[in-house]
Each structure stands twice: as structure tokens, then as C-alpha cells.
């Protein structure tokens, strides 16, 4: 061996042997073996061999070279590569831009050490990449905005490890790891809002559409009671095509100026679950004035209820934090007072925010809605009532 040295900081191996006599190699052998500690990944680092003198790589034999030509090698330097995804709530199916959140990554490790977190933004699909941490057992969770932590222990391998982190659970508007009165509260009181109109407190935007609606509650209502410590459950499945239908049941005889009825917001589920509705009438204030509201008693958590007497407008919304019914049920009854005589609609709004909707589920089940009209006057027809069907609660 005629030189053996290795410079770290120039990135250089000199090793240089020969033999003295007899006899000598005439086939393939080992000129040296080097063994390599990779420092950070690398895509691809060379290894090239020195052709400048006095650095010559080179193979001799009786005083001449017999070299033909060098090949240089690469090193590619792996990296572990996380891959992780999830689903927002209450978005539309991916790809969607609305999927394209910041959420929060916390990376543990199992045998200690302070928890590393960086925000990165999910892609249309829902994915996210990390980079950079050792092969081991990590504590891996990921948070989005007013949800919960969803966490799951991951082995990192070098090269690509793929992790469905699940859905992420909405509702948590204080931010405080848990889905609890407080959010409700404060979902009520920014209800019916967008952004850039008073009130709207995008906390309570568990869907991210820029208005507070009663798919928002839905969300909050699906994952009430729980944090960020408790086992994720399984999400509910709403109905694959909605089925519930929404309308007016009028209770009345032959209305006259000064004439009282009723009329029911009726709720048929079709056979499926619901956990919310709202109603968003109108109705011409000129003919008809509202008397009394009240609620149904099937969703008892009371959203909203609103009577704009002068724009004929009546908002209901109502929900369930624990059982879920099915079946048909009343929403809410309004009293009517007929004022004048001629005819007036009373008609479902479907524009959001001001948007009648049904949910379960963090999702819209609705499939119809059906407005009805009213004849105050001579001849006006009396309208007959509807049979209401048992109410079924179901977890």
C-alpha cells in the first residue's frame, strides 16, 4: 500500500497499492473498500474519479498505463417521506380547492424528546408531505382549524411511508380540544352570518364555505362531546342520495280578515336520520301577520328563531346533540292572523346563508321542498290537516 488517506472537509480518498512481483492480478478484484456515513439526504451525490495530475487515477503495468477508461458512480442519500392525509368536514368530494387547508403536524418521538410541529397546507386532495426526521416510531398528529387532533403512532422507514390520518373532526371553535356547550353557543350566536356581514365569526365556519349555516351545526353536532384526547368514532354516513323533504301543512278552514290559523313546518326524513333543519319562509306581510311561533319538540336545541313582521320573514332552525330522529316530525308551528283579503304564498328560501335545509351527518339531506299558498276573502277554500306519523330515535 503506497497512500491511504481520506480528507472529510475536501471530500477526497487518495488510496494508491501495487504489487512488487509475482503473481499479478489478470482479472477483476477489490482495490479498496469504502465505507461511507451519510450525513443529510441527497437526491444524488457523485462519486468521481481524479484525472488531473498529480491526483491521476490510473492503472499501470511494466511502466505504462493500461487504462482503458473510469466509470463514475452516484450515491442517492434516502430520506424518510411521509405522506400523510386527511379530510377536512363538511367539504365537497376531491380534488376541490376548498380541501387546501392549513393544518397543524406535531411529530413525537416514542423515545422522547421535545414534539417537533410545523403547519403545512393540505393539497386539493388532502395530502401533505413531510421530510426530515430519522427512521423510528413517531406519535404523529394533525390538526386543522377549530377541529380536533387526530393522532396515530407511525413507524418511519427510509423512503416513502404512506398515512390516512382519517377525518377531521369540526367544531371545535374556542380552540380548546374539546367539542363542548361553549361551541354551540357560539355557533348560535354567528348563525345565519357571512363574511363581511356583521356578526360572522368565522370560528364557527366549520366547512369553510364563508357562512355560518346549519351544515356548520350538523358538523358541530356529529362530534359533540368529544376532544382531542378521545378515540376518533366513526363518522355517520348520511344518506348516498338525500330524501328528506321540507313543507308547509296548513291547518285552516275558510280564512276571512281577521280569521286566525296554523301552519306546521313539516320535516320527512324518508326513513333516514336527521340532526337539524331549517326554514327560511317568506310570506306577504300585507295579507298575513304572524302571532306566535313555537317549536317542534323532536329537535329541542333551538338554533334560531326570527319574525321580521315588515319584509315577511320568518327564520327557524332547530337541531339534537344526542338522539337522532327519523321519520316525519314537526320543526316548528307558526300562527297566522289574516289582515286583509287576497292571496299570499308561504314560500321556502334556498339561498344560502337564508338557505331551508336538512342534515345528518355534517351534510345536507334535503331532496325537495314544497310551498303553499293561502286565499283570504270570499270564497277561499278551507284546507285540510295531515296525519302525523310516530316520531323513531335512533343513536
Known sequence: MLRNQVDNAQGRIDFVAGALGAPFPSSDFVLAKVVFSTIRPAAMTPLIFATESPRTSNIT???????????????????????????????????????????????????????????????????????????????????????????????????????????????????????????????????????????????????????????????????????????????????????????????????????????????????????????????DPHILQVVGLTAGAALPQLIQREVDQHAGRIVFAAGVLEQAPMGRIVLARVEFAAVASGSSAIAFQGTSPAQSDVTFGGASVLAATTDTAVTVGDGASPVTSSLYLPVVARR
Not at 222 to 230: C, I, L, R, V
Request: with cysteine; glycine share 14%; aromatic share 6%.
Open 61 to 283: 503495468f511494466a511502466g505504462a498505463s493500461i487504462l482503458d477508461h473510469g466509470e463514475d458512480g452516484a450515491i442517492a442519500i434516502l430520506d424518510t417521506l411521509l405522506v400523510g392525509r386527511v379530510t377536512p368536514p363538511g367539504r365537497p368530494p376531491a380534488p376541490d380547492a376548498s380541501w387546501r387547508i392549513p393544518v397543524t403536524v406535531t411529530v413525537q418521538g416514542q423515545t422522547g424528546g421535545a414534539p417537533a410541529a410545523s403547519v403545512v397546507t393540505l393539497d386539493a386532495a388532502g395530502a401533505f408531505t413531510l421530510t426530515g426526521h430519522a427512521p423510528g416510531v413517531y406519535a404523529v398528529s394533525v390538526c386543522g382549524p377549530q377541529t380536533l387532533r387526530n393522532r396515530t403512532v407511525v413507524t418511519l422507514t427510509l423512503g416513502l411511508n404512506v398515512v390516512d390520518f382519517g377525518g377531521l373532526r369540526g367544531g371545535d371553535s374556542d380552540g380548546d380540544g374539546a367539542i363542548t356547550l361553549i361551541d354551540f353557543s357560539s355557533l348560535v350566536t354567528t348563525f345565519g352570518a357571512c363574511a363581511g356581514a356583521a356578526g360572522y365569526d368565522s370560528r364557527s365556519d366549520f366547512n369553510g364555505d364563508a357562512c355560518i349555516t346549519l351544515l356548520d351545526f350538523s358538523i358541530l353536532r356529529t362530534n359533540y362531546g368529544a376532544s382531542s384526547d378521545s378515540a376518533q368514532r366513526s363518522a355517520p354516513h348520511p344518506a348516498s342520495v338525500p330524501s328528506a323533504h321540507l313543507w308547509v301543512d296548513l291547518v285552516a278552514g275558510a280564512l276571512q280578515p281577521g280569521s286566525h290559523f296554523t301552519a306546521d313546518v313539516v320535516v320527512d326524513s324518508q326513513g333516514g336520520l336527521l340532526d337539524g333543519a331549517a326554514a327560511y319562509l317568506t310570506y
